[in-house]
């Protein structure tokens, strides 16, 4: 017996278990070959592949085809390559073609396939049209009068054994069915037995299976035989490029040279140096041995197009990549290290990534979809079930009110991973200290005991950011394709994937700062500051170093985090080569590292590990700070090879690695052993590789951001308000509104408030004032907006009513504009009551010119009469109210409204925090920003960024202060925080043990 028809959870929302757990199962239970057949797609081939190699299986490709008008279903099992093609553009058909018929469309994609089917009348129909059919028997054996026997035994078809599974044993019928009401969006109550599979769907034993057929051993036997006769164990494509062709006839390998040598002269000159020629030679040879030069081309011919880019990732390593321009920073000049990009021993296509100003990215992506057509598709993500994601979702299907869902999703932590919940999701929510105070009562364990078993299971396809796959013939001859919710075409699989398919993934980013060095650039052309960008050399500004040396660099692409800035200050560091180091190693295992590169970087006394590696870690101080450093002591320190070291890298970086990554250990200790490395320098290498474990860059990948991260640093140093307007309009960055306009006022900028009669969209910035755009006004739609903007074009505004006339915003709008100050500049008293007296008198006045002036006459102003005299409005009642609307104040730090809630008493500001090192401190300040990290011993700790009108406080919440505040702990508020000043490498922080709100309910917070 053979399990033909196998779903796995990438049958979405039906299937319930892993290609792998459903491999391991197999093996666990005797079968030697299984096949994969989930519902109208390949999702999970390649994790099906590797499954079945890891446990010793032959797999069998296919996939079940489901028909979205009658309910016909096939399962379609491939027996070669072409069967494997017809297969991928089948399921294309099925996904893309709203007037699919699996009838129809199923014998025009047959060759190559064994069909298998239930239906009588499918089955001799497909029969006669030379479709290899089988008929397939559900999870019991049928009456010989059943039209499907009697059908294959007229037509001599094999009748075989193909129960349906959808779970690996009974107990997963309950998440099945949980999966369908989710689907259903439906309570699990009011789901009908036709909804789900039978709870016999599960994957049963070979002995089972026989003991369910006995009474039709043929059928067992038929499928034994069909099963030997499927070869076809996976796609073997090799690396699949995009096309190019030269209009001349010339060969890529020759089209490449001719475009690297004319770019080499453009970016140095006429005259070429011999070690950039030796260079271009080297890369050239390697690109054409690996057949990637057609790869360069088309990424050339797409970024062309585009004023401002930014190559990135380990390509910007390469010679010809800076050439071609799809990269910026010379590789030669920064000692850039190619092989970890390309190599002869690379078996894994690498991909090139691009970004472009975020709101310029599709329009790139149209282009290429277009020209390209049907061999262009972007790259999927498969959607998991996170934690809260599962518990919300399962809360529904269990018809709790959506109040009680929101009262505990609210509380849940943002940062939850899976790998965090092995003790369970409600023992984990009654041992954090941001949920132990919540009473999980009935049904809350149940919900929490089946989310937990959904955690991981994909939910929906979606599409990667910027990944875009091009191929010499259709893509869906490849990968099957669909159209995703935003009208793309897509791939199947996700990133990892495309890769194993060896479908070379080109990476069309979106990248915010672009927008915002565009903008910032664009307002100093507007504002009459000339300016030569061909000529822009921002890293060797002296006042751009400082700048950076200082950390005042919020609002600076990559390097504007409070990690980044705390670095950079305790550095004293501005230049280029060591901004690239600090943007690479801040990583999450590395802060021990991050302490010694300090000391040493300050003139502590160092000494290599092991001599091999003096030269290959001597610009870093002798410490691993970028990916490509674990390669190459890996090469220098244990012999590795190019393309093993670069496996190790790669290993490390990824969760499940420890089968493989025990096996590179013993490999690098032996190596090391065999080079007179002793074993403790070896295993001190080792630990130090393993602080690249999770997110960690390549310097390539550092250089080419360090670019964008200086240029930004020069705009904020001698342009700040051009700059902080591009900042804030783009919408991007590590801080909130509110964080950068106190920026923005620290460093010396006006803020003018919105305004109708001057305001744009976007913020705009000239001289030292920032305006303030009108897209900050809360509830304000972009079509009014464009509104405003057009009418003021066409002749201004003369008063509250000619406004009102000709814009008609709506009433919430309106409010919100008068709230905010937007409408000020119409009335000359500057008094809100009287616009919005004039509202009201607008809207009667247009009420009346309908006839329905009765509904108005005891509440309403006249057209004729005179507004009466208004009082002022309460300075309080006014500031809460533009709060309200705009999320900060323009003219002060709502800190300061808080004056005689803070005792003044040993109360000390954010800039005289370096003062008072060592001491115990009171601090009135503003949450900003956090983030929460863990302990070595796993427990949650947070950093959290406070400011006052003087400046910005970095604070430490250790476990305990952690756990006994965390709760109450929120924006939009003041705390009185209580703590002892620290200082690391001359820079001041605040080490928290008590935390106090303000002024008990906050005066900013609408009554």
């Known amino acids: 017996m053979v399990p033909l028809t196998t779903r796995s959870h990438y049958s979405l929302m039906q299937g319930t278990d892993s290609p792998a757990a459903i491999c391991r199962a197999a093996r666990r239970m005797g079968y030697d070959r299984l096949a994969l057949t989930d519902t109208d797609n390949l999702y999970g081939l390649w994790k099906f592949l590797q499954a079945c190699k890891e446990e010793g299986l032959v797999p069998i490709v296919g996939a079940e085809i489901s028909d979205?008008?009658?309910?016909?279903?096939?399962?379609?099992?491939?027996?070669?390559?072409?069967?494997?093609?017809?297969?991928?553009?089948?399921?294309?058909?099925?996904?893309?073609?709203?007037?699919?018929?699996?009838?129809?469309?199923?014998?025009?994609?047959?060759?190559?396939?064994?069909?298998?089917?239930?239906?009588?009348d499918l089955l001799a129909a497909w029969h006669h049209s030379g479709v290899h059919t089988a008929?397939?028997?559900?999870?019991?054996?049928?009456?010989?009068?059943?039209?499907?026997?009697?059908?294959?035994?007229?037509?001599?078809?094999?009748?075989?054994?193909?129960?349906?599974?959808?779970?690996?044993?009974?107990?997963?019928?309950?998440?099945?069915?949980?999966?369908r009401a989710i689907a259903g969006n439906t309570t699990l109550s009011r789901l009908a037995p036709g909804d789900t599979a039978?709870?016999?769907?599960?994957?049963?034993?070979?002995?089972?299976?026989?003991?369910?057929?006995?009474?039709?051993?043929?059928?067992?036997?038929?499928?034994?035989?069909?099963?030997?006769?499927?070869?076809?164990?996976?796609?073997?494509?090799?690396?699949?490029?995009?096309?190019?062709?030269?209009?001349?006839?010339?060969?890529?390998?020759?089209?490449?040279?001719?475009?690297?040598?004319?770019?080499?002269?453009?970016?140095?000159?006429?005259?070429?140096?011999?070690?950039?020629?030796n260079r271009l030679e080297h890369e050239l040879a390697t690109i054409a041995g690996m057949n990637f030069s057609a790869y360069f081309l088309v990424v050339k011919e797409i970024i062309s197009k585009s004023p401002r880019t930014c190559g990135r990732g380990s390509a910007a390593a390469s010679l010809v990549a800076y050439c071609l321009g799809i990269t910026n920073v010379c590789p030669v000049k920064h000692n850039l290290y190619f092989g970890r990009f390309l190599n002869p021993g690379r078996t894994d296509p690498p991909d090139i990534d691009v970004d472009f100003a975020w709101d310029e990215r599709?329009?790139?992506?149209?282009d290429v979809l277009q020209r390209f057509g049907n061999r262009a598709a972007m790259?999927?993500?498969?959607?998991?079930?996170?934690?809260?994601?599962?518990?919300?979702?399962?809360?529904?299907?269990?018809?709790?009110?959506?109040?009680?869902?929101?009262?505990?999703?609210?509380?849940?932590?943002?940062?939850?991973?899976?790998?965090?919940?092995?003790?369970?999701?409600?023992?984990?929510?009654?041992?954090?200290?941001?949920?132990?105070?919540?009473?999980?009562?009935?049904?809350?364990?149940?919900?929490?005991?089946?989310?937990?078993?959904?955690?991981?299971?994909?939910?929906?396809?979606?599409?990667?950011?910027?990944?875009?796959?091009?191929?010499?013939?259709?893509?869906d001859r490849c990968v099957p394709v669909e159209t995703a919710p935003k009208g793309v075409p897509v791939i199947q699989w996700d990133k990892d994937g495309a890769e194993d398919a060896g479908l070379v993934k080109i990476d069309l980013l979106g990248n915010r700062s672009l927008g915002v060095i565009r903008d910032a650039l664009a307002s100093m052309r507007a504002n009459g500051i000339a300016f030569d960008e061909m000529r822009w050399e921002p890293e060797d500004d002296p006042d751009t170093r400082d700048t950076v040396a200082r950390g005042r660099t919020m609002g600076c692409f990559y390097i504007e985090s409070p990690a980044m800035r705390l670095l950079h200050s305790k550095a004293g560091q501005g230049d280029f080569d060591h901004l690239v180091i600090?943007?690479?190693?801040?990583?999450?295992?590395?802060?021990?590292?991050?302490?010694?590169?300090?000391?040493?970087?300050?003139?502590?006394?160092?000494?290599?590990?092991?001599?091999?590696?003096?030269?290959?870690l001597d610009e870093t101080f002798g410490i691993m700070v970028y990916q490509e450093d674990v390669s190459r002591a890996a090469t220098a320190l244990a012999g590795f090879s190019d393309a093993e070291a670069d496996g190790l890298r790669k290993i490390i970086s990824k969760k499940d690695r420890q089968r493989q990554l025990a096996d590179y250990r013993e490999r690098f200790l032996a190596g090391a052993r065999s080079r007179g490395v002793s074993t403790d320098q070896a295993n001190a290498v080792w630990e130090m590789?393993?602080?690249?474990?999770?997110?960690?860059?390549?310097?390539?990948?550092?250089?080419?951001?360090?670019?964008?991260?200086?240029?930004?640093?020069?705009?904020?140093?001698?342009?700040?308000?051009?700059?902080?307007?591009?900042?804030?309009?783009?919408?991007?960055?590590?801080?909130?509104?509110?964080?950068?306009?106190?920026?923005?006022?620290?460093?010396?900028?006006?803020?003018?408030?919105p305004d109708v009669t001057v305001s744009r969209v976007h913020w705009t910035g000239r001289g030292r004032r920032l305006r303030v755009g009108l897209m900050a006004v809360g509830?304000?739609?972009?079509?009014?907006?464009?509104?405003?903007?057009?009418?003021r074009r066409a002749s201004g505004f003369r008063d509250m009513a000619d406004f009102l006339e000709r814009v008609q915003p709506d009433e919430d709008e309106t409010m919100a504009l008068i709230h905010c100050g937007a409408l000020d500049g119409l009335d000359n008293s500057r008094s809100r009551t009287r616009l919005a007296w004039e509202r009201v008198r607008w809207q009667a006045g247009r009420r009346r010119s309908r006839g329905q002036m009765e509904l108005f006459a005891d509440c309403a102003p006249t057209g004729a009469e005179k507004p009466p005299r208004f009082p002022p409005t309460d300075p309080t009642t006014r500031l809460r109210r533009e709060f309200t609307i705009l999320g900060f104040l323009c003219d002060r730090h709502p800190i300061t409204l808080f004056a005689d809630a803070i005792p003044a008493l040993d109360t000390v500001k954010a800039d005289r925090l370096a003062d008072r090192v060592g001491r115990r401190i009171r601090l009135a300040a503003w949450l900003v920003t956090g983030k929460v990290v863990r302990t070595k011993r796993g427990d949650p700790m947070e950093f959290l960024t406070f400011e006052d009108e003087t400046g910005i406080v970095e604070t430490t919440f250790f476990p305990e202060p952690y756990r006994r505040f965390c709760h109450m702990l929120d924006r939009n508020r003041p705390y009185l925080l209580e703590g002892k000043v620290e200082t690391n490498w001359g820079v001041a922080t605040l080490t928290v043990d008590r935390v106090g709100v303000i002024g008990g309910k906050s005066i900013l917070t609408p009554s």
């Open 68 to 120: 979205p008008h009658t309910g016909d279903r096939a399962v379609c099992l491939v027996k070669n390559p072409t069967g494997y093609a017809n297969l991928c553009q089948l399921i294309t058909r099925r996904q893309r073609n709203p007037e699919f018929s699996l009838s129809i469309q199923l014998p025009q994609m047959a060759e190559g396939l064994l069909v298998l089917t239930a239906r009588a």
């Open 135 to 179: 008929a397939a028997l559900p999870g019991r054996p049928l009456s010989p009068f059943h039209p499907l026997v009697q059908t294959a035994r007229r037509l001599k078809i094999p009748l075989t054994a193909a129960p349906n599974s959808f779970f690996l044993e009974p107990c997963g019928f309950a998440v099945h069915r949980l999966l």
């Open 198 to 277: 039978p709870d016999t769907a599960w994957l049963a034993s070979p002995e089972e299976y026989r003991r369910r057929f006995a009474i039709c051993p043929q059928a067992v036997a038929n499928t034994h035989r069909l099963a030997s006769e499927l070869t076809f164990t996976g796609p073997d494509s090799g690396l699949v490029m995009p096309p190019w062709q030269d209009p001349c006839g010339r060969s890529t390998d020759e089209c490449l040279r001719r475009a690297a040598y004319a770019g080499a002269r453009r970016r140095y000159g006429g005259e070429l140096g011999e070690g950039v020629v």
């Open 362 to 366: 599709d329009a790139v992506i149209d």
């Open 379 to 475: 790259v999927a993500s498969h959607i998991l079930f996170q934690p809260r994601m599962a518990l919300r979702e399962t809360a529904k299907v269990f018809g709790m009110p959506d109040a009680e869902i929101g009262a505990i999703s609210r509380r849940l932590p943002w940062f939850w991973r899976r790998g965090e919940l092995d003790a369970g999701l409600l023992a984990n929510l009654r041992q954090r200290p941001e949920t132990r105070h919540l009473d999980f009562a009935q049904p809350w364990p149940r919900i929490m005991e089946l989310a937990q078993r959904i955690i991981g299971i994909p939910r929906h396809l979606s599409v990667h950011p910027g990944g875009v796959v091009i191929t010499p013939n259709p893509v």
């Open 582 to 616: 600090h943007s690479s190693i801040i990583r999450p295992a590395a802060n021990e590292y991050i302490q010694e590169y300090l000391r040493r970087l300050h003139g502590g006394s160092w000494d290599p590990i092991h001599p091999l590696l003096a030269d290959v």
């Open 689 to 753: 590789m393993m602080s690249f474990s999770g997110y960690s860059f390549c310097k390539p990948h550092s250089a080419s951001y360090a670019r964008v991260s200086f240029q930004a640093a020069f705009l904020k140093t001698h342009q700040p308000a051009e700059f902080m307007a591009g900042v804030i309009s783009n919408q991007g960055g590590f801080y909130s509104t509110f964080a950068y306009v106190s920026e923005a006022r620290r460093m010396g900028l006006i803020i003018d408030p």
């Open 779 to 791: 509830g304000l739609s972009r079509s009014t907006m464009e509104r405003i903007l057009r009418c």
